[in-house]
């Protein structure tokens, strides 16, 4: 089979596919008639299927012969913003939009899955098993990882997983990969600083929260600057803060709500336990009592560095050396991808879908966000190729 040739044959309809979906998004775990469609698809091309993380779908192709079985992921959920774009398939749904290309990356599963399936079906050497992971929920609860609590990584286990997400910052045509840490963890910082009230008139008679408030967030920016080597990025963000009642009295109690970001789990943990320490020790300090806790967050995303050498001699083949570039410095932000890492191998890469010409350059969660749907042909072939390199290989 012409893999470019075939790609080229099926493009209008996965133009159509992605307006489609992006027509008519889906907030997180509200993802049913997407789900719906995509089963349709993937019965219409002959390939075994099956709902999984509620909304979730996945796809399985089975080779003629035992072998690997390479898992691919693309997610699905829109975002609440309401899109501005003047086009024909602008969301239908005031409010909603799939402002960061899982439209995009959904469609880009339905054409690597198809151009597999038929490949497979042609080709009776070919070895193992392809995986399809439609993933639910990537821009809250972290889809994924219900998706591998399902059990989608097993029977028949997945040996190496891949991903992409598009970049309107990188022109289409053009790929942007990174050895190693890629996105960062991501936690929650609730703190809670107790003390007691009084009259504003008679502060010695009180506790003052806010007072023990303002030293513990002074406190928390020393971190980062003086706690963390500056070759290891952190950050600690506070971005909500409540307390008091009036004027005129002594706030007994005072909460901060935050973010906090790493990228490997020993400053992770180290980072954590620096935070509840100088919270407990400040409000002690102050006669008070100061608590902290975590809602975790996804784990940062390292890549495996063996397949990111796969993906850019593919890319450099197939786009060209000067359209693959690589990423300086890791994102401080978040990507669910990671908990398909602690699965299995894998590799996460970024696919180009800006176009200055055509005006499309705003940057993702964003109202006029769009892309060129050439990429969609890009991640398409790359996809395949990554695969089918990755079943011939190993």
């Known amino acids: ?60 192709i089975k080779g003629k012969n035992k072998g690997k079985t390479i898992g691919i992921r693309g997610d699905m959920d829109a975002l609440p913003i309401h899109e501005k774009n003047k086009v024909p398939y602008r969301s239908l749904t005031p409010g909603v939009m799939h402002a960061c290309g899982h439209d995009a990356h959904t469609t880009i599963l339905l054409g690597t899955g198809r151009i597999l399936k038929e490949l497979m079906d042609s080709k009776n050497s070919i070895n193992g098993n392809v995986k399809l992971f439609f993933q639910p929920a990537e821009e809250t609860i972290g889809g994924a990882e219900r998706m591998i609590n399902e059990g989608c990584m097993e029977e028949p286990k997945v040996d190496y997983v891949l991903g992409l997400h598009v970049q309107p910052y990188l022109k289409v045509g053009r790929v942007e990969l990174k050895y190693g840490k890629l996105n960062a963890s991501t936690d929650t910082i609730n703190i809670s600083l107790k003390g007691k009230a009084s009259h504003g008139a008679y ?152 176009n200055p010409l055509k005006g499309i350059t705003s940057p993702l969660h964003t109202e006029h966000f769009d892309i060129d749907e050439e990429c969609l042909k890009v991640g398409v072939r790359l996809q395949v190729e990554n695969a089918m390199t990755l079943l011939k290989r190993y």
Request: net charge negative.
């Open 1 to 60: 089979m012409d893999i470019n040739k075939r790609i080229d044959e099926i493009y209008d309809e996965l133009v159509e596919i992605r307006r489609d979906l992006h027509k008519n998004p889906e907030l997180s775990q509200n993802e049913y008639r997407t789900q719906k469609k995509l089963r349709e698809y993937l019965n219409k091309w002959g390939i075994e299927n099956y709902p999984c993380a509620d909304t979730g779908l996945v796809g399985i």
């Open 203 to 354: 502060p010695d008679k009180g506790i003052d929260a806010i007072l023990m408030a303002g030293n513990v967030i002074t406190a928390l920016q020393s971190i980062v600057s003086r706690n963390i080597s500056p070759l290891n990025s952190v950050v600690v963000s506070l971005g909500k803060i409540s307390g008091g009642i009036k004027n005129n009295i002594i706030a007994d109690q005072v909460t901060i709500t935050g973010t906090m970001r790493t990228l490997d789990d020993e400053i992770r943990k180290y980072t954590k336990d620096r935070i509840s320490s100088l919270v407990k020790n400040i409000a002690m300090a102050y006669g008070g009592e100061g608590t902290t806790t975590f809602k975790n967050g996804y784990k940062a995303l390292i890549n495996d560095n063996e397949l990111v050498d796969i993906i850019k001699e593919n890319a450099e083949r197939l786009l060209g050396k000067e359209n693959v570039e690589f990423k300086e410095f890791p994102s401080l932000g978040a990507e669910d991808f990671s908990y398909f890492l602690d699965a299995a191998k894998g590799a996460f890469f970024h696919l180009g879908c800006g």
